[in-house]
């Protein structure tokens, strides 16, 4: 017989390591190899400051007699070894990596945060008033989905920076990105919020909470949204990567950070231009950079999918 005394009860840690999802995990390698890249990275951008070997973004730190030094080799003139080489204005990639993908992965969490935020009001809204405000919103989400959301993005970024002064729009541009990718990817949250918030507000719980007069925003907040999160944790990992992909994209068409802070979309931007020259290391380590990041944090994501998936288990 089970003894279930408190002194002899499971903790919370014990409890979440036997979890269905924890199972899954440790018998997923995939998964754990994009976690563990995941976390690398992550885990570099946001102590970039105490493990780059060099701050590339003060110029008072830079020797341009540096520039162009090759992956391992000393340098012609000054002698000085980089691990990843520097750019043209030696600058030290790998310190520009880390500091790169720091601002890459800001964006990318503020972007997809801002969204689902977004996204998630919508659709509890929708789903849960219906009627004209249904029609609304869905119509208003349905004409967004028919324009690609980097050219969205774009729009959205270019008619912001028209109202914000010149003076003004370097120190905003990073702001302003990241509300520009998230007005373009909130549709996909506020319609899977909007389906599950359609089936749950006819459960017997919901109608209990409405029978005892609870306030509907009440009801919205601590009954229906957090049986709907399931589908939007999936969506907002799967998301982080695409937010991530769209800021390298602006990044690279010369609209997105700017170049006095440079994202991992910026330095292969830098880089490409002097790729038929020779200096292949200037565009080759950030894109390895950008490529596992937005692959291991897609990885999480399907993982993440088929393990909430009951149906799968």
């Given at each position: ?126 789903g849960y008033r219906g009627g004209w405000v249904d029609s609304l919103l869905m119509r ?140 292949w290391w200037i565009l080759l380590f950030p894109s390895i950079t950008l490529l596992a ?21």
């Open positions: 017989m089970t003894d279930f005394t408190p002194e002899n009860r499971p903790n919370a840690f014990a409890r979440a390591w036997d979890s269905d999802i924890a199972w899954s995990f440790r018998h997923s390698p995939l998964a754990i190899v994009a976690a563990l890249v995941s976390i690398l990275i992550i885990l570099a951008a946001v102590f970039a400051p105490w493990l780059a070997p060099h701050d590339p973004f003060n110029p008072a730190s830079l020797n341009l007699m540096d520039g162009f030094t090759p992956p391992m080799e000393p340098n012609q003139f000054t002698g000085n070894v980089y691990w990843l080489g520097t750019d043209n204005q030696g600058r030290d990639v790998f310190s520009t990596i880390l500091y790169g993908a720091r601002i890459s992965l800001f964006v990318g969490f503020m972007a997809v945060l801002f969204a689902m935020v977004l996204g998630i009001t919508l659709g509890l809204i929708a208003v989400a349905d004409v967004q989905l028919t324009f690609p959301s980097i050219l969205l993005a774009l729009l959205i970024f270019g008619i912001a920076r028209g109202f914000i002064p010149p003076q003004m729009r370097d120190a905003m541009a990073i702001w302003v990105l990241i509300v520009a990718i998230g007005l373009s990817d909130w549709v996909q949250y506020a319609r899977v919020v909007r389906g599950a918030t359609m089936v749950e507000k006819n459960k017997e719980y919901v109608q209990a909470a409405r029978v005892i007069g609870a306030h509907p925003v009440k009801i919205l907040v601590r009954h229906i949204l957090p049986n709907v999160m399931g589908p939007v944790l999936v969506i907002a990992t799967i998301g982080l990567a695409l937010a991530i992909i769209a800021e390298a994209t602006l990044s690279f068409l010369g609209v997105g950070v700017p170049p006095t802070q440079p994202s991992l979309g910026t330095l292969i931007r830098i880089g490409q231009g002097f790729l038929f020259s020779g200096e990041l937005a692959l291991s944090v897609n990885l999480l994501g399907d993982w993440l999918r088929d393990a909430l998936n009951p149906r799968l288990r």
